[in-house]
């Protein structure tokens, strides 16, 4: 079986300051990793994603993730943070026991203070 | 421009009372999921289609029915069945295959009157 945990429920962060969030995961099989962003009363928007190319995974709006497989974590960084970039964030991971099916983290709420 | 229509956005219900979801998508997926999201929680899978005229139970089927009688249209009920409806609901579609990242329209939340 497949699980997500993301490390922090909330993250406080200052405008032009760097974000970090952490996510760990465990799966049978070598895992595709998804970070997923989600505003508030929307759904869900694809920041990027992991499918063993490259460990490092540049996304959209300036985010990036590092696949760590010794760690088996993929933690979601930025390296100045916008107000724009408030929202809830979630980290994914497929699922071994049905093609398709993902499995998604609890989320991190991320507030940015001018 | 290629995306997922949900509607309505806003949907009310009376103890009882079965209602219906709408999910429409235009990017030619095949794939398309039902989720439920709970403050505080990750999203669940409730029903997912890879083909039409086919559907498998997600993890949180119990009070919930489909159809997909369309490769655009996956409409979601809620039935009187389920005994906590009062959610925020996510349908998504994908392509086929390994590593297809799911699409998501904007929600429908729903509540109890």
């Known amino acids: 079986a497949q699980s997500v945990t993301q490390l922090d429920s909330h993250v406080s962060v200052s405008e032009g300051t760097p974000v970090l969030l952490r996510c760990n995961y465990s799966s049978s099989y070598s895992p595709s990793l998804f970070w997923y962003v989600q505003h508030p009363n929307k759904g869900l928007q694809l920041l990027l994603k992991?499918?063993?190319?490259?460990?490092l995974v540049k996304g959209i709006n300036g985010f990036e993730a590092e696949f760590k497989k010794s760690e088996t974590s993929f933690h979601l960084t930025k390296p100045s943070a916008h107000m724009s970039d408030a929202a809830e964030y979630f980290c994914?991971?497929?699922?071994?026991?049905?093609?398709?099916?993902?499995?998604f983290g609890a989320g991190t709420q991320v507030v940015v203070t001018p | 421009d290629g995306g997922i229509t949900q509607s309505p956005k806003y949907l009310f219900r009376k103890e009882g009372q079965n209602v219906t979801l709408s999910c429409e998508q235009n990017l030619n997926h095949d794939a398309m999921y039902w989720y439920r999201q709970d403050p505080g929680q990750g999203l669940r899978l409730i029903y997912y289609s890879q083909i039409v005229n086919d559907f498998q139970k997600g993890d949180i089927a119990e009070g919930y029915s489909v159809s997909r009688e369309k490769k655009e249209s996956f409409p979601l009920t809620v039935t009187s069945a389920q005994k906590n409806p009062t959610a925020f609901y996510l349908c998504?579609?994908?392509?086929?295959?390994?590593?297809?990242?799911?699409?998501f329209g904007d929600g429908t939340r729903l509540s109890i009157l």
């Open positions: 998504a579609s994908s392509l086929l295959g390994d590593n297809q990242p799911q699409h």
């Open positions: 992991y499918t063993s190319a490259a460990t």
């Open positions: 994914v991971v497929s699922r071994t026991d049905s093609w398709g099916k993902l499995q």
